[in-house]
């Protein structure tokens, strides 16, 4: 008996790359207004048929572009310390934004989400919240060993890690220099005098 075969042609991967990178190109240039499945077709070198098959409306394509900007594996990192976990977080990050561009979709997405409520919810759902939720874990394991004060609230530390990031990136227009020591500066910050006695978690 010959192997059972699912009708269709498979899926390339060289086209769900092609549109996806297509995708984020038109949200930098242009933000979700510029994202139609049509121009999207075009500048991808495919065909309408095969971006419809995969995604129907711009609402899904900006879904699963965006989301190709998770850093893969955060959720994984373990360097034994909390602030070892976050610079390497931070060290991704900015590992991905040559090819990914997200800090200059950035600033795009926070002015055009600020009338657009729809936006709003996709940027928070896909970016935001699941960057607060790898920070939190980070500051709760920094908590639990004794790197960062138990007096710190895990909300406003979420806030010092991510926050000036967020505003140097905006007021200097996407320029990457200007965050790359942030990091370790921000994690210190809210260690205090913990600063140096950092112990590798068991």
Request: glycine residues 8%; positive net charge.
């Amino acid at each position: 008996m010959s192997d059972p075969r699912r009708p269709g042609r498979p899926r390339s991967s060289e086209a769900d790359a092609a549109i996806l990178r297509t995708t984020l190109e038109l949200l930098v240039d242009e933000g979700l207004q510029g994202v139609a499945v049509e121009r999207v077709a075009a500048r991808a070198g495919v065909a309408k048929t095969t971006v419809y098959r995969r995604f129907a409306s711009r609402q899904e394509l900006a879904v699963a572009a965006l989301g190709t900007l998770l850093p893969r594996g955060a959720g994984e990192i373990d360097t034994g310390s909390a602030r070892g976990d976050y610079l390497e977080l931070a060290r991704r990050r900015l590992a991905m934004a040559p090819s990914s561009k997200w800090n200059l979709l950035m600033p795009r997405l926070v002015v055009e989400s600020a009338s657009d409520p729809e936006l709003y919810a996709l940027v928070r759902r896909i970016l935001v919240d699941p960057t607060r939720a790898l920070l939190a874990a980070i500051v709760r394991r920094g908590l639990e060993s004794g790197e960062l004060p138990n007096t710190l609230d895990v909300d406003l530390g979420v806030d010092v890690l991510l926050g000036p990031l967020v505003y140097r990136i905006l007021i200097d227009r996407g320029e990457l220099d200007a965050i790359v020591p942030l990091p370790e500066r921000l994690f210190d910050l809210i260690a205090g005098d913990r600063v140096g006695s950092r112990p590798a978690r068991r």
